[in-house]
């Protein structure tokens, strides 16, 4: 990928830039549950001062063309397959996974040729293994108006609800009454397999835990870090489950940081952990 190009103007394609404009150094993001690119826009703007060209994959969109059941292990490999199926993923350097999107991150990054870093934005431990599922309830509506965002994220600033305020309302609607809960021992067999892939890491890996969060405790990320070959944790102070909405400046920091940090490391080759 070329300093003069774009990325995204293929129908059709799963990954796309964040933000338009000229291509920098290619970072691979998985959004989160019920979040999208657009989430992560006010990050964007920071990480493009730094020459970098977040891309973002659609999940819902591969979640689409998935035929394995959800919450299945076949399906997350299919997911895992699409993503990399698609050439803009060939090309990043770093591979950012938010939540739910994490186990992926750790599973997408493995097989990438040039990976040099991994960064797992408040992950949830019970998706490696590391912790019992721990359950917290989200105050607001999905796809709410402002006052929804402003009570799902309570710490972010009004620029950034205003942001995101577009990306809430594209969103297709939740559907936490109609999603099946998938047995136990799938659920096990999902986290036991990533699990594998994170202790396998080739690549540095940095998880990023908002201070305020109440789904991922400080020792959960000292024991996902753990789990990681060479890992590490980083906080964000006054941001909860999403560091980048409630403080993008601070996460993008912390994001360019361990990418200066893990510049030099050699990256990752092709087939690398795969299963």
């Known amino acids: 990928m070329s300093g003069g190009g774009h990325v995204g103007d293929v129908p059709g394609a799963l990954i796309r830039a964040v933000l338009p404009g000229p291509c920098g150094v290619p970072w691979l993001l998985l959004p989160g549950w019920q979040q999208s690119a657009a989430h992560w826009a006010p990050v964007a703007r920071w990480l493009s001062g730094s020459g970098v060209t977040l891309l973002a994959a659609d999940l819902a969109g591969a979640a689409a063309r998935c035929a394995a059941p959800p919450g299945t292990v076949a399906r997350s490999g299919e997911l895992v397959d699409r993503l990399l199926g698609e050439p803009a993923a060939a090309e990043a350097v770093m591979v950012v996974g938010h939540s739910a999107g994490a186990p992926l991150a750790v599973l997408v990054a493995a ?3 040039g990976v040099r870093g991994v960064v797992l934005a408040e992950p949830v431990a019970s998706h490696f293994g590391a912790a019992p599922p721990r359950h917290a309830a989200v105050p607001g509506g999905h796809g709410a108006g402002p006052g929804g965002l402003r009570e799902q994220y309570p710490m972010a ?114 087939g690398a952990a795969r299963e």
């Open 111 to 113: 097989a990438l040729p």
């Open 157 to 270: 600033a009004e620029a950034t609800l205003r942001t995101i305020e577009p990306a809430a309302r594209g969103l297709p609607p939740g559907e936490p009454a109609r999603r099946t809960r998938m047995p136990t021992d799938a659920d096990g067999e999902r986290a036991a397999r990533a699990a594998r892939a994170l202790a396998g890491a080739r690549a540095p890996v940095l998880v990023v835990r908002g201070r305020a969060s109440a789904l991922l405790s400080a020792g959960d990320a000292e024991a996902l870090a753990a789990m990681a070959p060479r890992g590490r944790c980083a906080t964000v102070p006054d941001a909860g489950h999403s560091p980048h909405i409630d403080r993008p400046r601070a996460t993008a920091a912390q994001l360019t940081a361990f990418a200066a940090e893990v510049a030099d490391h050699p990256p990752t080759y092709a």
